[in-house]
């Protein structure tokens, strides 16, 4: 009871951690003009990353590498099949050309490259500060880039997406926000590998399985919150940019960084390289046709994105 208690608490500082993180700095970024497309890529992206962030920098701390590798696949296949299915049935989401040509085809790239780091059983330190030196270029060059954009298109975003903090908000107070939200997610995710790791000892579940299930779930809930909330709001170009942001900066920031500071990187379990890193690339690819029939995620195709989600998980649980 008590660590049933203890997990829902942390899930709960996630929550609220992220909710505070990604308001603070995407009023940040509406006070600068960026677009909408551009702050779920970026801001909005790193904000719901930073609880898997968080939990895999301590299961490494903590020794539990499997439940940080676990949580990284598992998110982005979480994300792409749960979050990006569930916000389509609240609205069809539209597509911008931008992320067809760019943030897509680098999605599908970056999952590549983690499964081809992976292929000899280890993400070495190298490798893993190579993923973290792509991702700083990507977002580097997305906001100057972003800050080219036409003024007009600079205010009109922010005069769409900032009213509230223009009425009585500031910059001081946005970045309490952020500040406080980033505490949060910190001490709820050293609080869940906690937990995550003992029910693991005690049900004799393996710290790869818990990773890909209970604690990504746990860390995607402020990706689950933000793009079911920007699709029913009707900014559904937030909902795909914070999906496909999200998987960017799992890759590039959560692994990448805990690979790069673990001693001797980061080892890969048999199970996660034979089926897991397959299904996360396959779920990278399935975007390509989803996204380019009519620049659109209709109904019809989140219902077969969370079908997918649904047997994969039936599959890990029946097997685990």
Same mark, same amino acid.
């Given at each position: 009871m008590y660590d049933a208690l203890f997990l829902i608490l942390s899930l709960g500082l996630l929550v609220g951690g992220g909710e505070l993180l990604v308001g603070g700095a995407s009023r940040l970024a509406a006070r600068i003009g960026i677009s909408p497309l551009v702050v779920g890529l970026t801001v909005v992206a790193f904000g719901t990353s930073a609880p898997e962030l968080g939990v895999a920098l301590s299961s490494v701390y903590k020794g539990a590498?499997?439940?940080?590798?676990?949580?990284?696949?598992?998110?982005?296949? &979480?994300?792409?099949? *749960?979050?990006?299915?569930?916000?389509?049935?609240?609205?069809?989401?539209?597509?911008?050309?931008?992320?067809?040509?760019?943030?897509?085809?680098?999605?599908?790239?970056?999952?590549?490259?983690?499964?081809? *780091?992976?292929?000899?059983?280890?993400?070495?330190?190298?490798?893993?500060?190579?993923? &973290?030196?792509?991702?700083?270029?990507y977002v580097t060059i997305c906001i100057r880039v972003a800050r080219r954009e036409p003024k007009e298109k600079q205010r009109e975003y922010s005069e769409r997406h900032e009213p509230e903090s223009r009425r009585g908000g500031s910059i001081a107070l946005d970045l309490l926000a952020f500040v406080v939200g980033l505490a949060l997610l910190v001490l709820g995710s050293n609080w869940l590998v906690e937990v995550a790791v003992k029910l693991a000892s005690q049900f004799g579940v393996s710290d790869s399985i818990i990773g890909l299930t209970i604690v990504a779930l746990g860390t995607s809930l402020p990706e689950v919150v933000t793009s079911v909330v920007a699709s029913y709001r009707g900014h559904r170009d937030i909902a795909v940019g914070n999906v496909v942001g999200s998987n960017l900066f799992n890759i590039g920031s959560v692994l990448g960084l805990c690979s790069a500071v673990s001693p001797d990187g980061l080892p890969v379990a048999s199970s996660v390289l034979s089926l897991d890193l397959p299904v996360m690339f396959g779920a990278a690819v399935i975007c390509l046709p989803v996204f380019l029939t009519g620049k659109k995620v209709s109904r019809l195709e989140g219902s077969i994105l969370l079908g997918l989600m649904a047997g994969y998980w039936g599959w890990l649980i029946a097997n685990g």
């Open positions: 590498v499997d439940i940080g590798i676990g949580n990284v696949v598992g998110s982005n296949i &979480f994300n792409i099949l *749960f979050i990006m299915g569930a916000a389509a049935l609240v609205a069809p989401l539209s597509v911008e050309s931008r992320l067809i040509r760019v943030e897509l085809p680098l999605m599908v790239g970056a999952s590549a490259v983690m499964w081809w *780091f992976a292929s000899d059983g280890k993400i070495g330190r190298i490798e893993g500060g190579s993923l &973290f030196v792509m991702l700083v270029l």
